[in-house]
């Protein structure tokens, strides 16, 4: 039986509606507003205190990262006072984003033309109790309706979606959805298409900067479902609205590509190659994409149980629970990160002319010295390892075509790609050892190249980076508290070119191994080469037609093989990574790197003219520092509240 309980707003906009019946869940809810409410009583005290101009004057002008700190504190106040962490499916009308939601939930309980018909979005929350609340553009709740079940509620559900009142924007959804527990939400977001559905779209690119993350459904019968009407203006605005988007994570980005069953008649090697071109696409538009967050899936084969299609949504669910995983509870997890760093900043640099003020002028000479000294020693450590920047990528380069020149040549690769082709006939052998020997090809790199960079290119520059490392923190512990915008660590790890960090090697992998997969015209080009070389210049096709099958499948392996000579290997490998492998290391050596050594050299400067002045603002600066500290103090009382674990 449904009940009605028209007028009773909820706490708040987007908040669960009964604390006191409700699970371990609500609880979350409840505490997670009460740190909320805490962070605004932080942001706003830390917005008075940057307007002061005692702030501007010892602490802006010398400090990292608060060029712009006014504009920083805003974005992050208005991402505060969001309570959800909604987990959003965009997609263009008729995609599949209801059925695909129904899947995620386990029932029907979204009719499929919920969002088509009207410009609601529509937001489902973990909840005991059975529950809908119609809102209106502000998120003011215009009525809630109790039910005993689902099925009830999936009944007015329906009804609903056949009403057409401009009143209601948001329809909220309660029911026990254990896969996302806590404060994340998924949003069914009205789809993008045709002209006359442009309020649905404008209703779902409003709501775009909301997400924390993203699952885009795309229609691959409408001509594969990455078309530059629909989905590309999508991705287009989450990439402008990044910068507004706070505690949002490119990487936490999944594509679906459904309906694949409508093209299931297509031959294998053409549905691959249509998956592959879908990638590069996807890849194009979205650079974080990661290929295992890219699926092939049939809402409606899913729906049916068809082993075919169920493997593909398995593991689609699974990727997605890692990806809710990592955003329950984000928001505070990316604040308390951000105020963190902001006041241990003004905290170094308040303390840091403290320590001047308080020195000797000789004492303070002597550690100036030291710093100059190793400035010095840091330059010439910069200079060498450019000069052999050349000399690693080339031998990765050498490694790896002879590594895989080697794995192709072996008997064991050729009884591998001829396995089980007896059933196979001359005029089907050719595009099954074209597709056994690309997917070998990418198992290859997949499992290799990671290893090769690891100890060619980063072999080298793993003791001069700890040597770097080692000497910055070491002159950044001399003159904490300045303009030094270089932060070790991050640098590093943004160039991609850490030997310090375990993780830098392998991210650099990835990225070699991402880009080679999403660019299947490097070494799978090779085998392209061997097809037209063996057919048009060794006669292939002719001897297809006169040799037994066991000699046709044998030397039609030998045209491919052929043409995968080691020079011919390298000489793609080099034209197709050479840049981006020599940008990516030379961005930490020539960039980042440099640019902190003369900035480290004007503190010195800096340092050198200002100690005096220091010591006659010796109470100001005392006071900005129980300021920072005891802004300190209210930021670890909310890092030690209790929110209900992961």
Known sequence: MATKEAGQQFRGGNDCPDDSSSSSGFITVNRYI???????????????????????????????????IEKQLRLQ??????????????????????????????????????????????????SEQCMVSTRNSKDEEIDRTSFENSMEMAKTLETLAQTNSDEISYVDIYMPVPLIQGNVIIVDTPGCGDKEQQKNADRMMSYLPNALAFV?????????????????????????????????????????????DTIAHESVQKLENFFEQSKKSLHKNWEKVDDSCIFRISAIKVAKRKPKYTKDFDSFLKTLKEVIARNENKRVKVHLRFLNDFLDECNRVVSTKLEIANREAGENQTTLDDSSKKLEQ?????????????????QFFDEASSKFHQYINHPCFK???????????????????????????KDW??????????????????????????SLHSIKDNLKGFKTPFNVDKKIVTAVASGVLPSGAGVIGSFLIRSIISHPGVLIGIV????????????????????????VRDKAFEARINVFTEKEIKRRLKKEYYDG?????????????????????????????????????????????????RELERLQKIERTDIKPE
């Open 34 to 68: 009460d740190i909320q409410e805490e962070f605004k009583k932080l942001y706003s005290s830390i917005t008075t205190f940057v307007a002061e101009e005692d702030f501007k004057t010892h602490i802006k002008k010398d400090a990292h990262g608060m060029k712009e």
């Open 77 to 126: 106040e208005l991402d505060a006072i969001k309570t959800d962490c909604p987990i959003v499916i965009a997609g263009e009308t008729s995609c599949g984003k209801s059925s695909i939601i129904n899947l995620i939930l386990g029932e029907m309980i979204l009719p499929t033309s919920i969002t088509a018909s009207t410009s609601r979005v529509c937001r489902i929350k973990h």
């Open 216 to 260: 885009f459904v795309l229609n691959v019968p409408n001509a594969g479902g990455i078309q530059d009407d629909r989905l590309i203006p999508v991705l287009s605005k989450v990439n402008q609205s990044l910068d507004k988007m706070v505690s949002f994570s490119p990487e936490d980005v999944i594509f679906l590509l459904n309906k694949w």
């Open 378 to 394: 840091l330059e010439e450590t910069r200079k060498e390892e450019i000069s052999n920047i050349e000399r690693n990528i080339d």
């Open 415 to 441: 009884a591998a790609i001829l396995q089980d082709t007896d059933e196979l006939t001359r005029f089907t052998i050719r595009q099954e050892l074209d597709t056994r020997i690309e997917n070998k090809t």
């Open 445 to 470: 790199m997949k499992e290799n190249l990671k290893e090769i960079f690891e100890r060619t290119i980063m072999a080298d520059l793993i003791s001069k980076f700890e040597e770097i490392q080692r």
């Open 528 to 551: 392209t080469v061997g097809i037209v070389t063996g057919v048009l210049f060794s006669g292939l096709v002719a001897f297809e037609v006169v040799d037994d099958f066991e000699t």
């Open 581 to 629: 492998v020599k940008r990516i290391v030379s961005a930490f050596l020539e960039g980042d790197l440099e640019e902190e050594i003369i900035n480290i050299k004007d503190n010195v400067k800096t340092m050198q003219t200002d100690s005096e002045s220091y010591k006659a603002q010796k109470n100001t600066l005392s006071t900005l520092k129980k300021t920072v500290v």
